[in-house]
């Protein structure tokens, strides 16, 4: 079984700063990473996929890198409306894996 | 637009049953996987099960196996969880979400509450 861990915690950041939130794997997942928003109350929106690729919709202030076992979510230019939870998951369809990390909190 | 809509959540006893549903519009329902994940109070998201676009294979989370059956009826765009045995620490938000690979949109969960 494949354990994401991610990193910080939480992540203390002021509006305009960037921010780096980064994602490990236990073992290399290619580049089968995701990455999600989620603000209180609400359900959990994709940002990216396959570790760089921005979901419909998405601003371009979000970006994502990385494979293999170390990825990275920056938030160029933080927007209010940023402050979330942030979740990075590995998906693979075989053998069938669908596994997130714990989250990282950004606030202000 | 893509919409799911999650149903069927309430307060079961330990040892109880429910059967979610997850009705889906604004795309070919029949052509997409499907998983359901949830979420505890205050807590992340877990993955709990996935059924291929026909319903022909289905996946389960070790929490659940044997207890949950993940099912879907293409004909009325609608996949279930059935939940038997439940538990204590089966309670949480369930969410579906069509399968892209990665998982987008989701719906905005049912909770289900299992206390006696």
């Keep these: 079984e494949i354990v994401m861990t991610q990193s910080p915690a939480t992540l203390s950041v002021s509006p305009g700063e960037r921010a780096t939130l980064s994602c490990r794997a236990s073992q290399s997942v290619s580049s089968n990473l995701a990455w999600y928003q989620q603000k209180p109350g609400q359900a959990p929106r994709l940002l990216i996929y396959g570790a760089s690729t921005r979901a419909t919709g998405i601003p371009a202030r979000f970006s994502g890198s990385g494979s293999g076992t170390e990825f990275t979510l920056t938030i160029s230019s933080l927007q209010s409306e940023d402050f979330a939870v942030y979740y990075c998951q590995h998906y693979n369809n075989w053998p069938p894996e669908w596994t997130f990390g714990q989250g990282t909190k950004v606030e202000v | ?116």
Excluded at chain 2, 32 to 55: K, S, T
Excluded at chain 2, 76 to 105: F, H, I, W
């Design chain 2, 1 to 116: 637009q893509v919409q799911l809509v999650e149903s069927g959540g309430g307060v079961v006893q330990p040892g109880g049953s429910l059967r979610l549903s997850c009705a889906a519009s604004g795309f070919t329902f029949s052509s997409h996987g499907m998983h359901w994940v949830r979420q505890a109070p205050g807590n992340g998201l877990e993955w709990v099960a996935f059924v291929r676009y026909d319903g022909s294979t289905k996946f389960y989370a070790d929490s659940v196996e044997g207890r949950f059956t993940v099912s879907r009826d293409n004909s009325k765009n609608t996949m279930y969880l059935q939940m038997s045995s439940l538990r204590a620490e089966d309670t949480a938000l369930y969410y579906c979400a069509k399968d892209v690979g990665a998982m987008m949109p989701w719906g905005q969960g049912t909770l289900v509450t299992v206390s006696s």
